[in-house]
């Protein structure tokens, strides 16, 4: 069956520190990996996308890595401030034809000042 | 260029009524799909269209549930004789090419309550 799992469920971290959330997944067969922002009230928006052969992708201050031998990926945020308070969500895509993704249920991340 | 839009925002339903979610997906994107969020859960595939056309409704209950993409006009997600366990957020994307690879736009989501 094909599953996202993500970890931790949620984290609270103070303003300025680093943070690495965790997703594993078992979708098959593989074609990419996503990481989405979803703040409260609204649509995911999309951080990096990385197919298998990239083990590193960044954008600002969040850098995603994947290893596809052990399928796990990680987002790493660098610097948090206050508006990184969000939903982040691991999607991943399977090749077969039609786009279907498959979401995790997400790290719900609050930065304290 | 307008992002993805999704009309109402929010729409409150009686057990047996109707619920119709409208998206009009960014301009040129021709694929839309439609998501469900149940609360404290993922987002859940429900349906993937291109104009006039429905290419995957695996996710899609069999009952209740359609989905239409029209020539012309939004893309609608129809809900008949609504219960409970309807409620959640309804999120359509679009994008403009089919492949795997290609990115997927999010409307803000329609929260239907039902009642």
């Known amino acids: 069956k094909n599953q996202v799992e993500q970890s931790p469920q949620s984290l609270i971290i103070l303003e300025g520190k680093n943070c690495t959330l965790q997703?594993?997944?078992?979708?098959?067969?593989?074609?990419?990996l996503r990481w989405y922002k979803q703040d409260t009230g609204r649509g995911p928006v999309s951080l990096t996308i990385m197919t298998f052969s990239e083990n590193t992708k960044s954008n600002g201050r969040y850098t995603a890595t994947l290893d596809a031998d052990t399928k796990q990926s990680s987002l790493h945020i660098t610097a948090s401030q206050l508006s990184d308070s969000a939903s982040y969500i691991c999607?991943?895509?399977?090749?077969?034809?039609?786009?279907?993704?498959?979401f995790g249920a997400g790290t719900i991340l609050r930065v304290k000042s | 260029n307008a992002g993805v839009m999704q009309n109402p925002r929010h729409l409150v339903r009686r057990r047996g009524q109707e619920a119709r979610l409208r998206c009009s997906p960014m301009?040129?994107?021709?694929?839309v799909y439609w998501y469900r969020q149940l609360p404290e859960e993922g987002l859940k595939f429900m349906v993937y269209l291109q104009k006039e056309n429905i290419i995957d409704e695996s996710g899609m209950p069999k009952e209740r549930f359609s989905a239409e993409f029209p020539k012309e006009g939004p893309s609608i997600l129809r809900i008949q004789q609504v219960v409970r366990g309807d409620s959640a957020a309804y999120f359509c994307a679009s994008s403009f090419y089919e492949s795997s690879y290609n990115e997927q736009f999010f409307g803000p989501g329609t929260r239907l309550t039902v009642l």
């Open positions: 997703c594993n997944y078992t979708v098959s067969p593989f074609s990419n």
């Open positions: 301009k040129g994107h021709s694929h």
């Open positions: 999607v991943v895509s399977a090749s077969r034809g039609g786009n279907k993704l498959v």
